[in-house]
């Protein structure tokens, strides 16, 4: 009992049902709006871009709700994903605490993504679609989809984030290997992002915007779909997966969370790790403290407002309520991409705002400096995404190292950082730099933001 490190359950202990936190929700989560008559959205608002068994998912109040069997299958190529007890940085760091890491990076794209990509692609296979399109920034989404796809026999169409594109050519091997056809956004295949080029052809691009120019190439066509890897309520329950499995890991080695970590981008994996931990503090079974931890560069909790905004540049979403720096904003160039984006999960927001989550902002120099520390004694080398939740996880450790207080530390790693040397060159070199958050900038991009009475 005493001497684990890495905890694994029998594939037939894989959880086979996802969990939805609305119904348990204090309060009702605020829903979608039509961006043109600002009434809640329908099912038929959403209908051109998600297969209805998605459309469901997104506004189920069911509590469980069963992974179909044929994604159980994919899922069984690398779930259950192991956890482990982190002893050899405990060591280094000289902490009492206890700190304990779920590991995503086992997946074939290496990071959680796949949780959702595969039962995305399979409700779409079901309703006959023959192609999806999507957005994609450092290449994480758009690999995890294009394998998916390849899965159940898809087409796949992306649009990277123009920068990305041209810094990060591997990710896009990747998807093609996966049968993925990939676009550098902005492009010269849509209206918008024909108008961006001829403004600035050698355009940067950005979430939003590639989210726009998917987002339109599905609608104009009912045999295509969209699909969109975080932030949306059925992508925060595909995730749950992590945190099932995290509850029945941990209680096999009588372990429960005093304080739980996960980096926010745009809350999936925070939420598939929390939610079903929320579940058990919301009905007094425990009572860790859960904490969001985002970039100082893309503060969207910390320095966000809470209103209605759109989820893409071109504003040809649905109206979410969350925390935003508006959809206009363009964030810094940290090296953290999967960070990057304007907005949060309603779901996140929601409990954020209740009050359910706390939220803090970490620089990314920080960030390498722990994920150094991680990597030179757990031996994994952290995407840059959860190096903000590993900067977390020591900041509190060493707290506890102060207090003497022997707290139990849970965390997501999400993704290996294998296609991300480049950033840890830039950190071991000595180039990295911590990027500014600008408040003039945030309220240059909030004045796009619409005003709803
Ligand atoms: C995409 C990505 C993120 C950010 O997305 P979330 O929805 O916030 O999880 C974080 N980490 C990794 C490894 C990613 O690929």
Same mark, same amino acid.
């Given at each position: 009992?005493?001497?684990?490190?890495?905890?694994?359950?029998?594939?037939?202990?894989?959880?086979?049902?996802?969990?939805?936190?609305?119904?348990?929700?204090?309060?009702?989560?605020?829903?979608?709006?039509?961006?043109?008559?600002?009434?809640?959205?329908?099912?038929?608002?959403?209908?051109?871009?998600?297969?209805?068994?998605?459309?469901?998912?997104?506004?189920?109040?069911?509590?469980?709700?069963?992974?179909?069997?044929?994604?159980?299958?994919?899922?069984?190529?690398?779930?259950?994903?192991?956890?482990?007890?982190?002893?050899?940085?405990?060591?280094?760091?000289?902490?009492?605490?206890?700190?304990?890491?779920?590991?995503?990076?086992?997946?074939?794209?290496?990071?959680?993504?796949?949780?959702?990509?595969?039962?995305?692609?399979?409700?779409?296979?079901?309703?006959?679609?023959?192609?999806?399109?999507?957005?994609?920034?450092?290449?994480?989404?758009?690999?995890?989809?294009?394998?998916?796809?390849?899965?159940?026999?898809?087409?796949?169409?992306?649009?990277?984030?123009?920068?990305?594109?041209?810094?990060?050519?591997?990710?896009?091997?990747?998807?093609?290997?996966?049968?993925?056809?990939?676009?550098?956004?902005?492009?010269?295949?849509?209206?918008?992002?024909?108008?961006?080029?001829?403004?600035?052809?050698?355009?940067?691009?950005?979430?939003?915007?590639?989210?726009?120019?998917?987002?339109?190439?599905?609608?104009?066509?009912?045999?295509?779909?969209?699909?969109?890897?975080?932030?949306?309520? =059925?992508? @925060?329950? #595909?995730?749950? !997966?992590?945190?099932?499995?995290?509850?029945?890991? *941990?209680?096999?080695? $009588?372990?429960? %969370?005093?304080?739980?970590?996960?980096?926010?981008?745009?809350?999936?994996?925070?939420?598939?790790?929390?939610?079903?931990?929320?579940?058990?503090?919301?009905?007094?079974?425990?009572?860790?403290?859960?904490?969001?931890?985002?970039?100082?560069?893309?503060?969207?909790?910390?320095?966000?407002?809470?209103?209605?905004?759109?989820?893409?540049?071109?504003?040809?979403?649905?109206?979410?309520?969350? =925390?935003? @720096?508006? #959809?206009?904003? !363009?964030?810094?160039?940290?090296?953290?991409?999967? *960070?990057?984006?304007? $907005?949060?999960? %309603?779901?996140?927001?929601?409990?954020?705002?209740?009050?359910?989550?706390?939220?803090?902002?970490?620089?990314?120099?920080?960030?390498?400096?722990?994920?150094?520390?991680?990597?030179?004694?757990?031996?994994?080398?952290?995407?840059?995404?959860?190096?903000?939740?590993?900067?977390?996880?020591?900041?509190?450790?060493?707290?506890?190292?102060?207090?003497?207080?022997?707290?139990?530390?849970?965390?997501?790693?999400?993704? #290996?950082?294998?296609?991300?040397?480049?950033?840890?060159?830039?950190? *071991?070199?000595?180039?990295?730099?911590?990027?500014?958050?600008?408040?003039?900038?945030?309220?240059?991009?909030?004045?796009?933001?619409?005003?709803?009475?």
């Amino acid at each position: 009992m005493s001497d684990y490190t890495k905890i694994l359950l029998e594939e037939h202990e894989m959880p086979t049902r996802w969990y939805n936190i609305a119904p348990d929700l204090p309060e009702p989560l605020p829903p979608p709006l039509h961006p043109g008559t600002l009434q809640p959205a329908t099912g038929e608002d959403f209908a051109a871009l998600f297969p209805k068994a998605l459309i469901e998912q997104e506004m189920s109040t069911e509590r469980y709700i069963d992974i179909p069997e044929p994604v159980l299958d994919v899922y069984r190529l690398w779930r259950p994903s192991p956890l482990f007890r982190a002893r050899r940085l405990e060591k280094l760091l000289d902490t009492p605490a206890k700190i304990f890491y779920k590991y995503e990076g086992v997946s074939p794209a290496g990071s959680h993504k796949p949780n959702t990509a595969v039962p995305q692609v399979y409700y779409n296979a079901l309703e006959g679609i023959r192609k999806l399109t999507t957005e994609t920034g450092a290449g994480q989404w758009g690999s995890s989809l294009a394998f998916a796809c390849a899965q159940f026999g898809l087409e796949c169409e992306i649009w990277q984030v123009a920068a990305s594109y041209r810094a990060k050519p591997h990710r896009r091997t990747m998807m093609e290997i996966w049968g993925g056809v990939v676009h550098p956004s902005p492009s010269n295949l849509t209206e918008f992002g024909r108008s961006l080029l001829a403004k600035d052809p050698d355009h940067p691009g950005s979430l939003g915007i590639a989210i726009s120019e998917a987002v339109s190439e599905a609608v104009a066509d009912p045999g295509v779909r969209y699909a969109l890897g975080s932030v949306l309520n =059925h992508v @925060l329950l #595909h995730q749950t !997966i992590i945190g099932e499995e995290a509850l029945l890991q *941990l209680a096999k080695v $009588g372990e429960t %969370p005093d304080v739980l970590v996960g980096c926010t981008g745009g809350g999936s994996n925070f939420g598939g790790l929390a939610f079903p931990f929320l579940r058990e503090k919301l009905a007094g079974r425990m009572n860790p403290v859960i904490r969001c931890v985002e970039p100082a560069a893309c503060p969207t909790l910390t320095k966000g407002q809470y209103r209605y905004d759109f989820g893409d540049t071109a504003g040809l979403t649905p109206l979410m309520k969350m =925390h935003t @720096l508006g #959809h206009d904003f !363009i964030p810094e160039p940290i090296h953290a991409g999967g *960070l990057r984006y304007h $907005g949060m999960a %309603p779901l996140v927001s929601h409990v954020y705002q209740l009050g359910l989550v706390e939220a803090i902002s970490v620089p990314q120099r920080e960030c390498f400096a722990s994920a150094l520390q991680f990597a030179r004694t757990e031996g994994i080398v952290p995407a840059p995404e959860p190096t903000h939740a590993i900067a977390a996880a020591i900041r509190e450790a060493l707290a506890c190292k102060a207090s003497g207080e022997e707290k139990v530390i849970l965390t997501a790693l999400c993704g #290996h950082g294998h296609l991300d040397l480049a950033a840890y060159d830039k950190y *071991l070199s000595g180039e990295m730099v911590d990027l500014e958050f600008s408040d003039a900038d945030l309220a240059e991009a909030m004045k796009s933001v619409p005003v709803i009475a």
